[in-house]
């Protein structure tokens, strides 16, 4: 595998991170932590390592000290890594719409359309790259299949939509707007949840600014009323502050993504796909495992399919 540099020219060296972690595991015992803050420590510490060798975060960050491992590893095995992007609710197999929880795009897609939603930070004109569950499925069977057996392979597959399909953030919310607009989500008392176009703002300065205007200063007003008037009922001003630090929260980890200018390069997926095209051709067995992009229609996936698949097998309605 090749080697992995950070901006700086620091190399990742997976031994090392691993003696940095087991010590400072062990000064945290040592100093008699709570399990509590031992966990957040090394959360920190985690972070802290991924940033600096260009990772947004822990996730991504150990799965490529993963495929660092397995590639150091293999001997004479063959490799085929998949790497998926988003991965989304499934286009047809084995039936359109299945989705096990909320995925990534997913929170904000529900979280608009329960009318929660009022501003977020990402770049309209940004690629939102994601894939169908069942055309990832399809790409590793078919990938297993082109090179079991082989010796001394090594294969990468990004498996995505951002070079040969993309469709943006901006269209995306545009989407969302219409389908809720169309079909609105009832609350909990039984109303239509009416919803509006979402502020989206396209840096973190600017989102920063705008949630201190016009939330945190206003939080301010609230946390002096407390002071002044404590028998007041509930905790009004703890309530409104926890929401607005886990908004806070939910942008910094979506940074990375929603302000993401790369396309993936997905040439050696293309061939893939190609090459398993032209065998099904010639054995008239049609398209048994479709992962190409092309065929995806985002309006038509995301309104009759995707969001659909959301309501019914997430939020169960």
């Known amino acids: 595998m090749e080697e992995i540099r950070n901006e700086a020219g620091h190399q990742l060296d997976i031994n090392f991170e691993m003696d940095l972690m087991k010590k400072r595991l ?4 040592d100093q008699d932590c709570s399990d509590e803050d031992i966990t957040l420590s090394m959360k920190e ?3 802290e390592r991924a940033k600096l060798h260009g990772w947004p975060n ?6 490529s000290m993963g495929e660092m491992l397995i590639g150091n590893h293999r001997e004479s095995l063959p490799l085929v890594i998949i790497r998926p992007t988003m991965i989304t609710s499934t286009l047809s197999e084995p039936f359109p719409g299945w989705i096990e929880g ?3 795009v997913d929170s904000v897609i529900v979280a608009y359309g329960k009318g929660v939603l009022k501003c977020f930070l990402v770049d309209v004109n940004s690629v939102c790259d994601m894939i169908p569950v069942d055309m990832v499925a399809n790409a590793m069977i078919t990938a297993t299949a082109t090179h079991a057996g082989g010796s001394g392979v090594h294969m990468v597959y990004h498996v995505g939509s951002s070079h040969q399909n993309p469709v943006t ?7 969302s707007v219409r389908y809720f607009t169309k079909s609105p989500l009832r609350s909990r008392n ?3 949840i009416a919803v509006s176009k979402v502020r989206l703002i396209s840096t973190m300065a600017l989102f ?3 949630m201190t205007l016009r939330f945190k200063l206003p939080l ?3 946390k002096l009323i407390d002071i002044i008037y404590p028998w007041r009922s509930g905790d009004k001003y703890g309530d409104k502050n926890h929401k607005i630090n886990m908004v806070m929260r939910l942008v910094e980890l979506y940074e990375p993504y929603v302000l993401f200018k790369g396309i993936f390069d997905d040439r050696n997926t293309k061939s893939l796909c190609a090459n398993q095209k032209e065998d099904e051709t010639k054995t008239s067995k049609g398209s048994m495992f479709d992962f190409d992009p092309k065929g995806i229609n985002w309006g038509d996936y995301l309104t009759s399919v995707h969001i659909p698949g959301l309501i019914t097998h997430v939020l169960k309605k």
């Open 26 to 29: 062990k000064e945290l015992h």
């Open 45 to 47: 510490l985690g972070m």
């Open 58 to 63: 822990t996730y991504v960050f150990t799965k």
């Open 102 to 104: 909320l995925r990534t």
């Open 169 to 175: 953030f901006g269209e995306i919310h545009e989407i």
């Open 190 to 192: 039984g109303s239509l």
């Open 208 to 210: 920063s600014l705008y």
């Open 220 to 222: 301010q007003l609230l």
